[in-house]
C-alpha cells in the first residue's frame, strides 16, 4: 500500500486565480532588479600581522558528521580553534552520513591546494599526519578510550575551553583529536581576527573542486540562455540566439530551495492532505525516529499553521512565488533532495511554474556521472546554482537554508526570506480571494528580500556575517 494518496491541490481557489495571473510589468522590474547599496561591504582581512609560530604546539584533527552545509560551518570552526591553539590543522574527516550514506571526503567536495594556499598566512596546514602519528586515525578513537581524543567539548565552547582543556593534551602528546565537533565553538566574544577568519574560510577559502563548479557553471549558463527547439534542431545558430537573449535582458533565473522530506514532514506533525494513510505513516516514523517525542505533536496541526511551524508544501511555495510576482515564465530552479509525495506532491508547483528546472533536466547522465549518488556532491552543485541566481528563496529552514542566506547577505544578493507566520495564518483562510491574498502577501514580505540583519547574541556568523566580517561603507 503507498503511505499516502496523491495529495488533491488543497487551495483550490487560490490556485486557479494564480494560474490565469497577470503580472504588471512594475512589480515584475521590482521583483528582479538587485538590491540597491545598503552601506556594508564584505570585510575580512583581519589587522593581525603576527607571523605564525615557528613551533606549533601539535596538530588537531576533527571529525565532522551532518550534512554538507553542517560540515562546512564545522571546518570554519576548525580553522578558528587551530588559530587559538596556534595548532596546525589537519584536513578535516568527514564522517559518513547516517541518512545519505555519502562517503565524500573534504578532497571530493573542496579544493584542497586552494583551501591550504589562501589559508598559509593565517594557520598551518597539513594533508595528512605524519608517519609518526599515523596511529591517529577515526577507527583507533571509535575502539577504545584514548587520551588524545576530546570527547567532551560543549556546544559552544569558548576560546579560554580550547586554551585550557585541549592546548594541555597537544602539548603532552603533539596531538588532539576532536570529535564529535559540530557547533563546538561559540560566536560570541571572540576577538575581530578570529571571527573574520571563520568568515574567510566560508566565503572565500572553501571553493568547491573544479567538476562540481564545472557542472553547476554548465546548469547556470542553460538556465540563463535555454536553447529552444528551434536552436536545437539548427533552425538557428545558437550562438546566434544567446546573444538576442542579452540583448533583450532576459536569462535571469530564481532559485528555490525546497527541502520537503519525510524527516521534516514528520518532525513538524503537521497534515499534508495525504489522507489517513499518511499521517499514519508520519505517525510511525515519528515513532521509530524519536520514540514520538516530537514537541510539536502536543498541538493540532491548525495551531501549528497559524504559528507558522509548518514546512510549506510545494504548492503553497509555488502560491506565495505567484503572489509576489513570478510570471509563469519564470525560469526557477528547483534544489532539493527527494520531496516526499514525489511528482504527485510538485505537480502544482509545475502547473505554475511549468519552465521549472532541476539537475537531471538541464544535463545529462554522463554530465553528472561525477556527483551521481552523492548527496554532499549533489548538495554542493545546487549551493553553486544557488550562488548564482537572481533570487534565492529557501522553503525551509536549515543548514542550507542558512548558509546560502549568509552567504548571499555577505555579497549583497537578493534572497527572499519567506514569513511562515503569515502564510501560515493566510493558509488557514480558505474563503480568501487572490487580489486579498496577493496583497497580504507583498505587504509581508517588503522587508524580507535581502536585506541586511546584524548579528544578535548566540546567533550564527555564517548566517549573520554583519557585523562581525562586514564594515559600514
Known amino acids: 500500500m503507498q503511505e499516502w494518496n496523491a495529495p488533491k491541490p488543497r487551495h483550490?481557489?487560490?490556485?486557479?486565480?494564480?494560474?490565469?495571473?497577470q503580472i504588471p510589468f512594475r512589480q515584475q522590474l521590482d521583483l528582479w532588479s538587485p538590491l540597491p547599496d545598503q552601506g556594508w561591504k564584505p570585510c575580512i582581512r583581519t589587522t593581525d600581522d603576527t607571523p605564525l609560530p615557528r613551533k606549533s604546539p601539535g596538530y588537531i584533527q576533527v571529525f565532522l558528521d551532518g550534512g554538507l552545509n553542517q560540515q562546512r560551518m564545522g571546518i570554519c570552526d576548525a580553522v578558528a580553534v587551530a588559530k587559538i591553539l596556534n595548532a596546525t590543522l589537519v584536513i578535516p574527516h568527514l564522517e559518513v552520513n547516517p541518512v545519505w550514506q555519502d562517503t565524500s571526503?573534504?578532497?571530493?567536495?573542496?579544493?584542497?591546494?586552494h583551501f591550504v594556499s589562501l589559508l598559509e598566512g593565517d594557520i598551518s596546514i597539513v594533508k595528512e599526519l605524519p608517519s609518526e602519528y599515523?596511529?591517529?586515525?577515526?577507527e583507533y578513537y571509535a575502539t577504545g578510550i584514548r587520551d588524545t581524543r576530546i570527547k567532551?567539548?560543549?556546544?559552544?565552547?569558548?576560546a579560554n575551553w580550547y586554551l585550557e582543556n585541549v592546548l594541555p593534551i597537544l602539548q603532552r602528546f603533539g596531538i588532539a583529536a576532536i570529535s564529535p565537533f559540530s557547533h563546538r565553538l561559540t560566536f560570541n566574544n571572540l576577538p575581530t581576527n578570529i571571527q573574520r577568519l571563520r568568515c574567510k574560510v566560508n566565503?572565500?577559502?572553501?571553493?568547491?573542486v573544479p567538476h562540481i563548479r564545472e557542472l553547476g557553471q554548465t546548469l547556470v549558463s542553460r538556465l540563463r540562455y535555454p536553447v529552444t527547439e528551434s536552436q536545437a534542431t539548427g533552425n538557428l545558430n545558437v550562438k546566434n540566439g544567446r546573444e538576442e537573449m542579452r540583448n533583450q535582458g532576459s536569462g535571469k533565473f530564481v532559485v528555490l530551495h525546497l527541502r520537503f522530506d519525510k524527516d521534516m514532514a514528520a518532525h513538524s506533525a503537521c497534515d499534508f492532505g495525504g489522507g489517513k494513510a499518511e499521517r499514519m505513516a508520519l505517525a510511525k516514523y515519528r515513532q521509530v525516529i524519536w520514540q514520538g517525542r516530537v514537541v510539536n505533536s502536543q498541538f493540532t496541526n491548525e495551531e501549528l499553521r497559524s504559528q507558522g511551524r509548518c514546512p510549506l508544501t510545494p504548492e503553497q511555495i509555488g502560491l506565495l512565488l505567484a503572489a509576489l510576482g513570478f510570471s509563469n515564465s519564470t525560469r526557477l530552479y528547483l534544489a532539493s533532495h527527494k520531496v516526499y509525495g514525489g511528482e504527485s506532491r510538485i505537480s502544482t508547483l509545475r502547473k505554475l511554474f511549468p519552465l521549472m528546472e532541476d539537475k537531471k533536466s538541464l544535463s545529462s547522465a554522463e554530465e553528472r556521472a561525477k556527483v551521481k549518488g552523492k548527496a554532499s556532491l549533489l548538495a554542493a552543485v545546487d549551493y553553486y546554482v544557488s550562488m548564482q541566481s537572481d533570487v534565492f528563496i529557501s522553503a525551509?529552514?536549515?543548514?542550507?537554508?542558512?548558509?546560502?542566506l549568509g552567504h548571499r547577505a555577505f555579497l549583497n544578493l537578493k534572497t527572499i526570506r519567506p514569513n511562515m507566520a503569515l502564510l501560515g495564518q493566510l493558509f488557514l483562510n480558505k474563503s480568501m480571494e487572490w487580489s486579498d491574498f496577493q496583497h497580504a502577501v507583498i505587504q509581508g514580505h517588503k522587508n524580507r528580500q535581502g536585506h541586511i540583519r546584524l548579528r544578535k547574541e548566540k546567533q550564527s556568523i555564517y548566517t549573520y556575517p554583519a557585523p562581525n566580517c562586514m564594515c559600514q561603507a
Not at 483550490?12 to 495571473?21: D, S, V
Not at 571526503?105 to 591546494?113: G, L, P, Y
Not at 567532551?152 to 569558548?158: D, E, L, N, R, T
Request: charged content about 15%; overall charge negative; glycine content about 2%.
Open 12 to 21: 483550490l481557489p487560490l490556485l486557479k486565480a494564480a494560474i490565469q495571473r
Open 105 to 113: 571526503s573534504f578532497s571530493d567536495i573542496f579544493d584542497v591546494d
Open 134 to 138: 599515523s596511529w591517529s586515525t577515526r
Open 152 to 158: 567532551m567539548a560543549p556546544v559552544h565552547a569558548s
Open 203 to 208: 566565503f572565500e577559502a572553501l571553493a568547491f
Open 396 to 404: 525551509s529552514p536549515g543548514n542550507m537554508h542558512n548558509a546560502v
